[in-house]
Nanobody, 123 residues
Framework: QVQLVESGGGLVQAGGSLRLSCAASGRTLSTYSMGWFRQAPGKEREFVAVMPWSGSSTLYTNSVKGRFTISRDDAKNTLYLQMNSLKPEDTAVYYC????????????????WGQGTQVTVSS
């Protein structure tokens, strides 16, 4: 069984930066896509960024392009999300996920999820 453990969330002022980490244990996941999703109060969980297992280009939702960078360290089974130029509208619980090989922009495609980490951006 795969377990994901997230860290790095917190409170930051607008324009600041955070780096989220998600460490996977129990299995090497280098052949699976890994992604970040977020959910704000009263809203559906949405795609943020994905590292496809196939090695194609990284994928980002339009609202974070140019500000967020997703990366993975296969040796450590760890996924990262570098978030720069944060805005109040980025405030949400951020989740990492893995286990998807198709439909990688869809939350339902992922088998394994972290517990979520709160990111709050003040104006």
């Amino acid at each position: 069984q795969v377990q994901l453990v997230e860290s790095g969330g917190g409170l930051v002022q607008a324009g600041g930066s955070l780096r989220l980490s998600c460490a996977a244990s129990g299995r090497t996941l280098s052949t699976y896509s890994m992604g970040w999703f977020r959910q704000a109060p009263g809203k559906e969980r949405e795609f943020v960024a994905v590292m496809p297992w196939s090695g194609s280009s990284t994928l980002y939702t339009n609202s974070v392009k140019g500000r967020f960078t997703i990366s993975r360290d296969d040796a450590k089974n760890t996924l990262y999300l570098q978030m720069n130029s944060l805005k109040p509208e980025d405030t949400a619980v951020y989740y990492c996920a893995t286990g998807a090989r198709i439909n990688v922009l869809k939350p339902e495609a992922y088998e394994y999820w972290g517990q979520g980490t709160q990111v709050t951006v003040s104006s």
